[in-house]
DNA sequence: TGCTGATCATGG
DNA sequence: CCATGATCAGCA
């Protein structure tokens, strides 16, 4: 094997990713990025994605940071949850990146819908008391919309590139939305990304992405385990 | 530069 | 107190 080769090979199938996925509830984080070979930050000001990149590693995601899913033969995408507390999302969830040109023919076609139609959710502590590598994985669940969950994605989305349409990339504002928002995503401040304006002009904005509000995976959450 | 992985930190 | 807006790291 060299050095940078995969040290877990991609699960043939989500029997197998659940399964493998499965296996590491109750580890640490600390103690699944010992066996993958990755170092653990004692804090994750300068480590913001470690438990993600974790468990990518220990569970043979092979998208890397290209736009595909995590799982790209499964069609599957991987999403560590931190948790405060047994049941509560502490942060909003990164979907991916928001194309400020265009959102896409339709829900069900674009980038943001296809990744949203089957993710494995990877519960893991997020109480910022706890140092990262003693965090504890929790129970995993693969995961599809409902007609109802989909059709409020949907509707969002909907209402996202009627915004954009009408008033140009100004008029997406993470206020909108009722589980999906569109808000900054990108390395500073200074980054641009081409957009339109409100009268179709090319311009230049800051980089969005889709993210899930807290509310919504809370749902998920109380869907899966019960309240 | 843009996409992935997200969490940080301040204003309302 | 918490959502919005800002930021950090790695890779292609």
């Not at 799982?71 to 948790?83: C, N, R, S």
């Not at 990164?94 to 949203?116: F, M, N, P, Q």
Request: glycine share 10%; proline share 6%.
């Amino acid at each position: 094997m060299r050095y940078h080769d995969p040290m877990v090979t991609a699960p043939r199938d989500e029997e197998e990713l659940h399964h493998r996925a499965t296996a590491l509830a109750g580890s640490t984080l600390g103690a699944v990025a010992g066996r993958c070979g990755l170092a653990v930050p004692t804090d994750l000001r300068r480590s913001k994605g470690w438990a993600g990149r974790v468990m990518e590693t220990a569970l043979g995601a092979d998208g890397g940071s290209r736009a595909v899913h995590d799982f790209a033969h499964l069609g599957v995408e991987l999403k560590t949850l931190p948790l405060q507390g047994p049941t509560e999302p502490r942060e909003t969830t990164y979907v991916c990146t928001a194309d400020l040109t265009s959102l896409g023919e339709s829900w069900e076609a674009s980038w943001v819908g296809r990744k949203l139609a089957r993710v494995l959710w990877v519960p893991v502590e997020g109480d910022p008391a706890i140092p990262p590598g003693e965090r504890r994985v929790g129970t995993p669940w693969l995961w599809s919309p409902t007609a109802e969950q989909t059709a409020t994605l949907r509707s969002d989305w909907e209402a996202f590139r009627e915004r954009l349409t009408l008033e140009g990339a100004a008029g997406l504002t993470a206020h909108a939305g009722t589980w999906l928002q569109v808000r900054p995503k990108a390395a500073h401040g200074r980054a641009r990304t081409a957009a339109f304006d409100a009268e179709g002009r090319r311009i230049t904005v800051n980089p969005r992405g889709f993210y899930l509000r807290t509310a919504f995976t809370r749902a998920l959450l109380a869907e899966a385990f019960g309240e």
